[in-house]
């Protein structure tokens, strides 16, 4: 006589062990992130719950919902229970945090510091897996006229064109600049060329009468600044 098989569903546990009714009960902030991404896979497989599962999958990123983040639908897939749905599932759930966070970041009128800069660059930057350069323009007032893009580079860096950024502000009327760009890596060290283009756009832009304020290398979870650090 053989004995059953265990059930890893989520429908024989006992209420307070459900994350769903747990989060309509308790309220969302009370759930772990396994049990949250549980709702969002909505299963298990014959093997383990949907949280068990929702953890080894957190355990692989060390529980950084950041590095979970940037893991391809493929990436997901690769773990047993977790079919095209349920990573696409993940994936878009992820991605609205990333621009609710964007969102906030827009409200920010004014930069005050360079907490501010990062604040608005980081949800563009933080999860890249290449290396992106940024410029922020400003008014005399330090309002942001306009933020873009000036170059996206490979995996170890990205080219810099002086002219474009300063006819871009000219255009903009921008009295003062912000450079920005993210190291994938993780390292906060300003490289020997991050410090040359630095110093090449400031005094390319001095000519112009446009300040360069700041230049911030970007992580997922921190900044450095050049004008905090006092090596602008």
Do not use: C
């Not at 014959?46 to 692989?60: N, P, Q, T």
């Not at 047993?80 to 696409?88: D, L, M, Q």
């Not at 890249?128 to 000036?150: G, P, T, Y």
Request: hydrophobic share 40%.
């Amino acid at each position: 006589m053989h004995d059953k098989p265990t059930s890893f569903s989520i429908k024989n546990w006992s209420d307070d062990d459900k994350p769903r009714e747990k989060l309509v009960q308790k309220g969302r902030s009370v759930l772990s992130d396994a049990e949250l991404i549980a709702i969002l896979i909505g299963s298990g497989s014959r093997s383990e719950s949907a949280v068990e599962l929702s953890k080894r999958i957190l355990a692989s990123v060390d529980n950084n919902l950041n590095e979970l983040g940037r893991l391809s639908i493929k990436q997901l897939m690769t773990f047993k229970g977790i079919g095209e749905a349920k990573a696409v599932s993940i994936a878009a759930a992820l991605e609205v945090g990333r621009r609710r966070r964007g969102e906030d970041a827009a409200k920010i009128e004014k930069i005050g510091s360079s907490k501010d800069v990062y604040e608005i660059l980081q949800p563009l930057l933080g999860d890249l897996d290449h290396e992106e350069f940024w410029i922020l323009f400003l008014n005399n007032s330090n309002k942001v006229l306009h933020k873009a893009q000036l170059s996206k580079g490979g995996i170890t860096g990205t080219l810099v064109d002086v002219r474009i950024v300063l006819k871009q502000a000219l255009e903009l009327g921008a009295i003062a600049i912000i450079l920005a760009h993210n190291h994938p890596s993780g390292t906060l060290r300003p490289s020997a060329a991050d410090k040359q283009i630095t110093q090449k756009l400031k005094i390319a832009s001095e000519t112009l009468d446009i300040k360069v304020l700041d230049h911030l290398i970007i992580t997922q979870k921190s900044y450095y600044s050049f004008a905090d650090e006092k090596i602008l």
